[in-house]
């Protein structure tokens, strides 16, 4: 007989500015962890040859990864890009297919892009007080499009798992990039 596992109420310090939290440590994701992700390879490896910067970072909660449970904590995206495109998580879909998510804007200024296996695409736009709804089935991939971190705040069902392989082989079908000033939403060259 297996003993169910308790969770007792507790509380957590995010900073609601810059999302970080002296409780936890962060994961974080350099560049030449991205590798695959960006569109202009080549302007990834002149990058690299400078430097090593850091792309995002995020806080997550270690409960257990059971029904029943919620995960949260914050994304830190930072801002730069690679050619002519933002920076950017790898963007996940949930292993658990039908997973719902929320994001809540802190700070910063970015994009949400979303797909689901049937080729159906969005992008919200991220701002201080916005949140985004994540509906079930959607890769998500948070985009920095301004001068500062952009901060969010996300949740979800604890037991969801994260599938990034499907994202690292497939990719997404549009980008998010600067052309002439402004961004723009433009085809993936690269999409299989």
Not at 69 to 76: A, K, N, P, Q, Y
Not at 97 to 111: I, N, P, Q, R
Request: glycine share 10%; with cysteine.
């Amino acid at each position: 007989m297996s003993k169910e596992m308790t969770i007792n109420p507790f509380t957590m310090y995010f900073d609601l500015k810059n999302g970080m939290s002296n409780e936890r440590s962060s994961t974080k994701r350099y560049l030449s962890n991205m590798k695959g992700m960006f569109a202009d390879e080549a302007a990834l490896e002149r990058m690299l040859k400078n430097g090593d910067p850091l792309v995002y970072e995020f806080y997550e909660l270690g409960l257990p990864e059971t029904p029943g449970e919620l995960l949260f904590g914050t994304s830190i995206t930072y801002p730069g890009k690679v050619g002519n495109e933002y920076f950017m998580t790898k963007g996940h879909f949930h292993t658990i297919l039908d997973t719902a998510e929320v994001y809540y804007c802190l700070s910063g200024k970015g994009y949400m892009l979303m797909e689901n296996p049937e080729g159906n695409w969005d992008v919200q736009e991220l701002t201080p007080g916005k949140a985004v709804y994540v509906p079930p089935r959607y890769a998500h991939r948070s985009i920095n499009a301004g001068n500062e971190p952009l901060v969010t705040f996300f949740v979800f069902r604890a037991d969801a798992g994260h599938d990034y392989g499907t994202i690292e082989t497939k990719g997404y079908r549009k980008l998010i990039v600067e052309k002439d000033g402004k961004v723009e939403i433009v085809d993936n060259p690269k999409w299989k």
